[in-house]
T-cell receptor
Framework: AQSVSQHNHHVILSEAASLELGCNYS??????LFWYVQYPGQHLQLLLKYFSGDPLVKGIKGFEAEFIKSKFSFNLRKPSVQWSDTAEYFCAVNGGDKIIFGKGTRLHILP | NAGVMQNPRHLVRRRGQEARLRCSPM?????VYWYRQLPEEGLKFMVYLQKENIIDESGMPKERFSAEFPKEGPSILRIQQVVRGDSAAYFC???????????FGPGTRLLVL
C-alpha cells in the first residue's frame, strides 16, 4: 500500500538554525514527490516538487529537498530558518490520480 | 489569476443536518480532488472528479457522502445527516491534468455540534 511517513511530528528550532525534516515513502511505481506548507490560518501551498531529473530540488523561500531513490526518501532542508517559517509541513507522493500525504510536521521557530 | 476557491470557509451544523461544501477550481483546470483533514492527521484523499464524472471515489465513506462536478458551476461535496465525527477540514484541489501538480483551496472547516 502507498504510504508516506514523516519522522517528526513536532520540531522546535531557534532562528538561524539549520532544518532537516525527514520523509520516507512507500510506492511501487514512478512517483512524483511534493512538500506542501500550511502557515497558521492559511491554506496549503506548494513548497517544491520533484517529477524527474536532478534529484536536488530547490523550492521557494530557500527550501530544498533531495530525492534519494535507494532510500525512498525526500527530506526537506533549509540552511537557516526564520521565525516566519513557523508552519506545518506535509510531505506527499502522487502515484496516479491521488496524493498521499504524510501526517505533517509542526515546526516552531523561536525568535 | 484566482486560485482554487472554496466556500464557506467555516460551516457549523447540528447532528442530522446536511452540509454542502463548494469548490471552484483554478481557471483552466478540469480535474478536482477532495481531501479531508482530521485533527492531528494528514490529509486523506476522498474523491477525484472531472467534469460530470467521478473518476476515483476510493476514499469516500460508503454512506452519507457524495460529490459532483457539474458541467456548469462548482464541485459540491455533500454530507447528509452529519455526525460529530464528520467535523474536519475539507480541502479541494485542482489540476490541469491528472498527475500534474494539484493546487489547494483554503479549505472548509466543518464543525458538527
Amino acid at each position: 500500500a502507498q504510504s508516506v511517513s514523516q519522522h517528526n511530528h513536532h520540531v522546535i528550532l531557534s532562528e538561524a538554525a539549520s532544518l532537516e525534516l525527514g520523509c520516507n515513502y512507500s510506492y511501487g511505481g514512478t512517483v512524483n514527490l511534493f512538500w506542501y506548507v500550511q502557515y497558521p490560518g492559511q491554506h496549503l501551498q506548494l513548497l517544491l516538487k520533484y517529477f524527474s531529473g536532478d534529484p536536488l530540488v530547490k523550492g521557494i523561500k530557500g527550501f530544498e529537498a533531495e530525492f534519494i531513490k535507494s532510500k525512498f526518501s525526500f527530506n526537506l532542508r533549509k540552511p537557516s530558518v526564520q521565525w516566519s517559517d513557523t508552519a506545518e509541513y506535509f510531505c506527499a507522493v502522487n502515484g496516479g490520480d491521488k496524493i498521499i500525504f504524510g501526517k505533517g510536521t509542526r515546526l516552531h521557530i523561536l525568535p | 489569476n484566482a486560485g482554487v476557491m472554496q466556500n464557506p470557509r467555516h460551516l457549523v451544523r447540528r447532528r442530522g443536518q446536511e452540509a454542502r461544501l463548494r469548490c471552484s477550481p483554478m481557471k483552466g483546470h478540469s480535474h478536482v480532488y477532495w481531501y479531508r483533514q482530521l485533527p492531528e492527521e494528514g490529509l486523506k484523499f476522498m474523491v477525484y472528479l472531472q467534469k460530470e464524472n467521478i473518476i476515483d471515489e476510493s476514499g469516500m465513506p460508503k454512506e452519507r457522502f457524495s460529490a459532483e462536478f457539474p458541467k456548469e458551476g462548482p464541485s459540491i461535496l455533500r454530507i447528509q445527516q452529519v455526525v460529530r465525527g464528520d467535523s474536519a477540514a475539507y480541502f479541494c484541489a485542482s489540476s490541469r491534468d491528472v498527475g500534474e501538480t494539484q493546487y489547494f483551496g483554503p479549505g472548509t472547516r466543518l464543525l458538527v455540534l
